[in-house]
């Protein structure tokens, strides 16, 4: 019974401290340009992820391909 009870203890305290570090943001480039093209094609089904940059503000540092799509290294 003794161990249940620390086991709950040291749960919860799991559970406080990824309350207190857990930040559900997107931070910089890297995060936004690799999650584009799985929002780009799951859900819209195109590869024109220029759109998905322009939400997050990053739309304008990308250059225009020959195609006229916005480009994602």
Same mark, same amino acid.
């Given at each position: 019974?003794?161990?249940?009870?620390?086991?709950?203890?040291? =749960?919860? =305290?799991?559970?406080? &401290?990824?309350?207190?570090? #857990?930040?559900?943001?997107?931070?910089?480039?890297?995060? &936004?340009?690799?999650?584009?093209?799985?929002?780009?094609? &799951?859900?819209?089904?195109?590869?024109?992820?220029?759109? /998905?940059?322009?939400?997050?503000? #990053?739309?304008?540092?990308?250059?225009?391909?020959?195609?006229?799509?916005? =480009?994602? /290294?």
């Amino acid at each position: 019974m003794r161990g249940n009870r620390y086991f709950w203890i040291l =749960i919860g =305290i799991w559970g406080v &401290v990824m309350l207190c570090l #857990f930040r559900p943001q997107l931070h910089g480039m890297d995060t &936004v340009a690799y999650y584009a093209w799985l929002r780009s094609a &799951v859900l819209q089904r195109s590869l024109d992820t220029g759109d /998905e940059l322009a939400r997050f503000g #990053f739309g304008e540092l990308r250059a225009v391909s020959p195609t006229g799509h916005r =480009i994602n /290294e």
